[in-house]
């Protein structure tokens, strides 16, 4: 550890403003805000490897890229001075800080050159750093690789669904006569009428606890469970707005969103729907129907600053619902599939967890390399 040096990141990088995107006609490269990627564009701003610092937004979400790219005014870029850091260990250091600590806006969550110029990191020599990013850069591997299957197999999940369900190709279906767009034996039925919609628990900022069982809010869904989800002993917490791997959530407030949990068991906050398919009705029927329907809710939602569904909106948007026969067919091949994507989620997390815990340790000098 003595070869370690407390190291300004003014000393490491150069730090680069975003530009606007909207001018960019569509094309290879992928343009990045501080949440993440938000499209591919024609044109690139950098083609080196590069640590990519939130402006405003999400501030702890440090990114790393390794091929050309374009951010937005929102996420600086960085040229990383290689002779004395890896762009990869750097990225490393930084995402296990609390960027989130230094904000220095209002309403916004907002940083500043100076600000970022004036965080200290611990620098060992770049033989270290090597040792050092090649251990994590392992595990990023299994992770990316993890994430690549459980997005194919989403994607086969929704794509059944629009053959069957949508485009109408389901089995059987040259000798089922449609009227007005029903097939004969099917109804088409409200996505209220599918579901049944239980409000999350109204916690008060005075709820959140270090200990029990995390609360699950919007940004839970889209980020999983984080050191920064606030937790709750779940004492006076009726035991009605527990969730656990498998429920399916949606999100009516802000941003619409649906999915199926796979994350630890914990406690449904406001602004979310545990929603539980009624009698006949599949649970991956229920979640691909919400999900292919959340344009029109959205042109549904009321509310000047913080856009939400109102319950009775649900009775306005409507789905085709099979017969039992073709729900049953259905089932049997799409509950597999989410049975394999829940696995992966499942080991993803706890790669992810085994990263999490080795990181700092590695990054401190506390484990040796």
Not at 80 to 109: E, H, W
Not at 293 to 321: A, C, P, W, Y
Request: aromatic letters at 10%.
């Amino acid at each position: 550890m003595s070869e370690w040096k407390k190291t300004y990141l003014r000393d490491l990088i150069v730090i680069k403003n975003g530009k606007d995107h909207k001018k960019l006609k569509n094309g290879p490269y992928p343009v990045y805000g501080s949440g993440g990627i938000m499209r591919y564009a024609d044109s690139y701003l950098y083609d080196q490897e590069s640590v990519l610092l939130p402006r405003k937004g999400t501030l702890n979400n440090i990114q790393f890229v390794t091929e050309p790219f374009w951010t937005v005014d929102t996420c600086y870029y960085t040229e990383v001075n290689r002779d004395k850091v890896l762009p990869y260990f750097l990225y490393c250091c930084l995402c296990k800080m609390d960027i989130q600590s230094l904000n220095t806006g209002s309403a916004v969550p907002s940083m500043t050159f100076e600000k970022y110029y004036s965080i200290e990191v611990p620098i060992p020599p770049l033989s270290t750093q090597h040792c050092i990013a090649n251990i994590l850069s392992r595990y990023d591997s299994l992770i990316e690789n993890y994430q690549k299957q459980i997005k194919l197999l989403e994607e086969v999940a929704q794509r059944l669904y629009k053959e069957w369900f949508i485009d109408l190709h389901f089995p059987e279906h040259e000798n089922t006569k449609i009227v007005d767009g029903v097939p004969e034996g099917w109804e088409k039925k409200s996505i209220g009428e599918i579901g049944e919609y239980l409000n999350g628990f109204a916690f008060k900022p005075s709820d959140w606890q270090d200990l029990g069982k995390p609360i699950i809010k919007i940004k839970e869904m889209g980020n999983g469970v984080t050191n920064e989800t606030p937790r709750n002993s779940g004492e006076r917490v009726p035991a009605k707005y527990l969730i656990k791997t498998g429920d399916l959530l949606f999100s009516w407030s802000a941003t619409l969103m649906v999915i199926i949990w796979s994350g630890e068991e914990g406690w449904l906050n406001q602004h979310l729907f545990k929603v539980t398919p009624v009698k006949g009705i599949d649970r991956e029927f229920l979640l691909q129907s919400i999900s292919n329907t959340i344009v029109e809710f959205q042109n549904l939602t009321t509310g000047s600053t913080m856009k939400h569904i109102q319950r009775n909106k649900l009775d306005q948007v409507f789905v085709n619902v099979p017969n039992a026969e073709i729900m049953k067919r259905y089932s049997d091949i799409s509950e597999k599939t989410r049975s394999n994507i829940l696995s992966l989620q499942s080991q993803l997390r706890l790669l992810t967890e085994a990263r999490d815990r080795l990181l700092p340790k590695l990054m401190s000098g506390e484990i040796a390399v």
